[in-house]
């Protein structure tokens, strides 16, 4: 019986692990106008943090960056939800205003995720993207 439990307390870690990792990978934005922007989401130390390895042309009239730390402080909060900060810039006339992270959260669905910002209620700005990797 102790064999047992110790089997399933294994078996239940195990899988709670991968549930979290299932955000590593490469994921590309559709269906906007900042679509082909791409983010690589990687574990450092014990937190999961996306960085930016693509940006379009369009991408870059927001002034976003390659290596910029576009998600970070990535949390699963339940089966297949995330909390995060997701990086923002104000621009105007090509000159960066202000720069900060705003409260996000993260539907993962499949190979895709859908990103709802700022509101605990999950409204608000809507993001696609999918996994390419």
Do not use: P
């Amino acid at each position: 019986m102790k064999r047992i439990l110790i089997i399933l307390n294994l078996v239940i870690l195990i899988s709670c692990s991968k549930t979290d990792d299932k955000i590593v990978g490469k994921w590309e934005r559709i269906n906007d106008s900042n679509k082909g922007m791409v983010i690589e989401v990687t574990k450092e130390k014990d937190k999961y943090v996306g960085r930016i390895v693509n940006v379009t042309k369009e991408n870059n009239t927001l002034r976003f960056a390659v290596d910029d730390v576009k998600w970070k402080e990535i949390e699963l909060i339940d089966a297949n939800k995330f909390k995060y900060q997701d990086l923002y810039k104000s621009v105007e006339n090509g000159k960066i205003l202000d720069v900060g992270y705003l409260e996000g959260y993260i539907e993962f669905n499949e190979k895709r995720l859908i990103i709802k910002h700022t509101k605990r209620d999950m409204t608000g700005l809507r993001q696609e993207w999918i996994k390419i990797n």
